[in-house]
């Protein structure tokens, strides 16, 4: 390869994909040649036409603890013609799964992943959560596991740390409480392990809206929708002021909901919003009474 970038400009290199090479427009100096196009080789304009076309093979799968880049055995024991296999060859065959499988899983990190990505697979399938969360908590199990954070801890709460982490990057509302029901660590833990994430990978965590988390509480507690614009005109309010910055988003969305349904003589009660919200009775007061003091609601 050719370095010219200092004497060719980023706008008059072109890609010819007939020789693979890269040329400078200006001076039409090849500045690199033979490049692989990492590109499917057909193109396709259906969905059937995009399966059957390509020769690149399934895209790469942070999901899959290898990635998703290594051969697997079929269980069908069937061959290509749909013919079922005799007894031998689905002896054989279950000798070259297992086989299959030890190759897979030759390191102690091969089976760790293997074993986060399983429950990751679990857990995010329990929750409902999009395939975009289950990637990305798949990533950030990888990260932990590189920088050896999962050392000296158990898979079950780094998963469910990075599950957390994924949600709230995704800004998909769920709470600890939801995901540690389908973990055997304890809530605690998995908000060390959450915190433990957040210093050592310098994970981005955007701010999240109260309003992101008041219609799942509402919905949740089926609450009228004349209680939900009311709990949204206090939250906006609060924002304006200041009072929710530092403070957990669930915490103010469940408090302004509250208030909501006072206000709507509905009998929903606090104890009903605030383990939905996955926070405390007392946190729920504390921020109820922060709300009702500060934007003077005693009187509405």
Not at 22 to 51: N, Q, S
Not at 93 to 98: N, S
Not at 99 to 117: H, I
Not at 135 to 157: C, N, P, Q
Request: charged content about 35%.
């Amino acid at each position: 390869m050719i370095d010219l970038t200092e004497e060719c400009p980023p706008d008059k290199i072109i890609y010819d994909e007939e020789r693979g090479e890269y040329i400078c427009t200006e001076t039409g100096e090849v500045l690199e040649e033979r490049v692989v196009d990492e590109h499917a080789d057909w193109r396709a304009f259906t969905p059937e036409e995009k399966t059957k076309k390509p020769r690149t093979g399934p895209p790469i799968d942070q999901s899959i603890h290898d990635l998703g880049i290594s051969s697997t055995i079929d269980w069908k024991d069937v061959d290509v013609y749909g013919t079922k296999f005799d007894v031998e060859q689905k002896m054989k065959a279950m000798k070259l799964r297992k086989w299959q499988l030890r190759t897979r899983l030759k390191s102690s990190e091969d089976r760790n992943l293997y074993q986060a990505m399983r429950e990751i697979e679990r857990i995010t399938s329990l929750l409902k959560l999009p395939k975009a969360v289950k990637d990305d908590a798949s990533a950030i199990y990888r990260k932990a596991l590189e920088k050896k954070l999962v050392r000296g801890r158990s898979i079950d709460e780094i998963v469910a740390a990075s599950i957390y982490a994924a949600c709230r990057r995704m800004k998909v509302v769920k709470s600890l409480d939801e995901i540690a029901k389908y973990t055997k660590s304890k809530r605690s833990e998995i908000a060390r392990a959450y915190r433990l994430l957040l210093a050592k990978l310098d994970i981005e965590i955007p701010v999240i809206d109260p309003k992101d988390y008041l219609m799942s509480i509402a919905d949740a507690v089926k609450a009228d929708m004349k209680s939900v614009r009311k709990a949204l005109e206090i939250i906006e309010k609060a924002k304006n002021i200041g009072i929710t910055s530092g403070r957990d988003p669930a915490g103010i969305a469940a408090a302004a909901l509250y208030i909501g349904v006072v206000l709507n003589n509905e009998p929903i009660t606090q104890h009903d919003i605030a383990s939905v919200a996955g926070i405390t009775d007392v946190t729920l007061r504390n921020r109820y009474k922060e709300l009702v003091n500060v934007l003077k609601l005693k009187n509405e």
